[in-house]
């Protein structure tokens, strides 16, 4: 693994070199005090020091909003939109955003793959950077650090202003020919990056505490405070779930079929035929959005299946924290434990 | 044999059939689909029998509940268009004080001279089959229901609040520009329009089902305004829906 010395100064002009390669795509100021991942037209509008965009990068392989086909009604016909494959570069990539990509793929490409995300997913490249994290991330409590490369293939790892430029894989080695403003270095370790935010175990032992929480009252009393507007799980990086509609123009003889993301939050999400409602109250849905980071999928891989963004926390209007949640449950958990070893 | 429509408007503005006139682009196509047999706004002309009839307004007189009977007995469907006809509306801030004080305040002296009555959603005297919600109800979603009735199939359904559309375009939320919006207990389907041009969300489209009422008022006060406040700015569109 190559290392080297790239100045700040010298990262508009890399960006720049990047668009050999295909559309780049990175963070960008938005509003008065977000960000999102926009395409790059000007490398000096590019924001390197941001703590996370409003919609994850998931939003360039699932979009938001996508035809999935065109149809007539007059002429009993549709035609499937098709995905073409474009070499894209998604510069300045934070860690915890990167291994949300990796879970991404296995949930998408697992089994029978999504064809549009796996069109998209084809020839993406990856340039990392390093953050300082604020008080919302923890990824490090599931076990993503700052400097985790996984994925990429270039990383930035920001020391004393400037950048160390890691170079991954033969993909990055290719996209660094014919720059020269980058010189060879030794590595070196950055200390006093700190995460904030914490949850108090390691995230392997949190299975065992989901085992017994399903009839926490630590639900009840989230319930109470959320209002249900499903801006946790709309801007969560691995939450991949998708409503499907039909659109009929006024003409009434075209229309389309598109997919939308949807939420498990939604009090909606699971009605079904008749008018029945498996997780018809906030407390159902509350309980299941955390077992689907913390348990059920976690059961079968292995892994959180939160990558500690803190998008949800920082994003919800109520100020109700994920790893506040996860702390409470590990509270109550040990009281309860204390209370069996004594009864014993 | 094209299915014959009527307009109706009651107590309102009359934004919402105003609205409708602005179709141009689209207009053309929806005559072809559909007879326009009585349209107060742009025509007149009486029909026994209507295939749609859209209602617009709140009933809040003894005359309009039995003009809206009338008409219900000559509908097949009966459609709520707008704020006022689906809930009662901004009209419906006047059932929070007693009758007798608004008759008095409006009429003076003359207030025995006009009956009246609380201002009621359409839905409150005769059955009412769909709804286009919206103060205005906007083009697009009445066209939407327009062309499911025309093509016998059920028209949209909206239940997931307004912060769904809002977070779908990556806008930077209100809230994080130190305003109080009611997005996340308002029932969506306007494309998040007030919040994508910096307009916090007043809740013209009404209240979703089951709210979480005291969390949207704590939400609210934590961001800076009155519980007095909070309270007034739920209820300007939504007075017959929500009890504080
Ligand atoms: S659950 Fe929350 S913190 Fe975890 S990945 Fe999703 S949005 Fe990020
Ligand atoms: S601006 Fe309003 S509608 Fe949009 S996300 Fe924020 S609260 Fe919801």
Redo the contacts with the bound molecule.
């Keep these: 693994m190559e290392c080297f010395s790239l100045l700040r100064s010298d990262v508009p002009a890399l960006i720049d070199h990047l668009r050999d390669f295909g559309e780049v795509i990175a963070p960008h100021g938005k509003g008065d005090v977000s960000y999102s991942f926009e395409v790059v037209r000007d490398s000096s509008d590019v924001v390197l020091d941001y703590n996370r965009t409003l919609l994850p990068l998931k939003k360039m392989f699932l979009p938001p909003v996508e035809k999935l086909m065109g149809f007539s009604l007059k002429n009993e016909s549709f035609e499937q939109v098709e995905v073409a494959i474009a070499p894209r570069v998604f510069f300045g990539v934070h860690s915890y955003e990167m291994q949300s990509i990796l879970r991404l793929d296995h949930s998408m490409l697992s089994g029978s793959a999504e064809s549009n995300y796996f069109k998209r997913r084809q020839s993406s490249r990856f340039l990392g950077i390093s953050f300082e994290p604020d008080e919302f991330h923890f990824s490090e409590s599931v076990g993503i650090v700052i400097e985790e490369m996984e994925g990429f293939d270039l990383f930035l790892n920001e020391v004393d202003g400037d950048f160390q430029l890691y170079v991954l894989t033969d993909n990055g080695q290719e996209m660094l020919n014919g720059f020269d403003k980058i010189n060879l270095t030794e590595p070196e370790i950055v200390e006093g990056r700190h995460f904030k935010k914490k949850i108090r175990y390691h995230y392997n032992r949190l299975p065992r505490v989901f085992q017994y929480a399903y009839h926490s009252d630590v639900w009840a009393d989230v319930a109470s405070r959320c209002v249900g507007?499903g801006?946790c799980t709309l801007t969560c990086p691995t939450c991949f779930c998708f409503d499907v509609h039909d659109h009929v123009e006024v003409t009434a003889e075209d229309g389309m079929r598109q997919r939308s993301w949807d939420s498990c939050m939604l009090s909606t999400f699971a009605e079904v035929a008749g008018g029945e409602n498996f997780r018809e109250k906030t407390i159902n849905r509350t309980r299941h959005r955390l077992f689907r980071k913390f348990k059920y999928i976690t059961d079968e891989e292995g892994l959180p299946w939160c990558v500690g963004c803190g998008r949800c926390t920082a994003f919800c209007?109520a100020g109700i924290s994920m790893p506040d949640i996860v702390n409470e449950l590990i509270q109550e958990d040990e009281k309860a434990q204390y209370h069996r070893t004594v009864r014993v | 044999m094209k299915p014959q429509v009527a307009f109706f408007d009651f107590t309102s503005c009359e934004g919402c059939q105003l609205n409708k006139l602005n179709f141009e682009n689209d207009l053309l196509d929806i005559l072809k689909h559909v007879d326009i047999v009585e349209f107060r706004e742009a025509m007149d002309d009486k029909a026994d029998h209507y295939d749609i009839a859209f209602i617009e307004g709140s009933i809040t007189s003894p005359s309009c509940v039995e003009r809206i009977h009338d008409i219900r007995r000559r509908s097949d469907i009966l459609v709520a268009l707008g704020s006022c006809a689906v809930n009662g509306g901004v009209n419906a801030m006047k059932n929070l004080h007693p009758i007798d004080e608004v008759r008095e305040t409006v009429y003076g002296d003359d207030k025995y001279l006009f009956a009246t009555l609380p201002a009621m959603a359409v839905s409150s005297v005769v059955k009412v089959d769909y709804e286009v919600r919206g103060c205005p109800m906007t083009q697009q979603d009445f066209l939407k229901l327009l062309i499911a009735l025309v093509l016998g199939k059920q028209p949209p359904k909206y239940g997931s609040p307004?912060?769904v559309e809002?977070?779908l375009k990556e806008?930077e939320?209100?809230?994080n520009r130190g305003m109080v919006?009611l997005?996340?207990i308002t029932r969506g389907g306007c494309d998040?329009v007030c919040?994508s041009f910096g307009q916090?969300?007043t809740g013209c489209r009404g209240i979703l089902d089951n709210p979480n009422i005291d969390g949207m008022l704590e939400v609210m006060t934590s961001h800076g305004i009155s519980l007095d406040e909070a309270k007034k700015r739920m209820l300007l569109y939504n007075s017959n829906e929500v009890q504080l």
Excluded: D, I, T
Aim: glycine fraction near 6%; charge should be positive.
């Design positions: 507007c801006a209007p | 307004v912060c809002c977070k806008n939320c209100l809230y919006c997005g996340p998040a919040p916090f969300c």
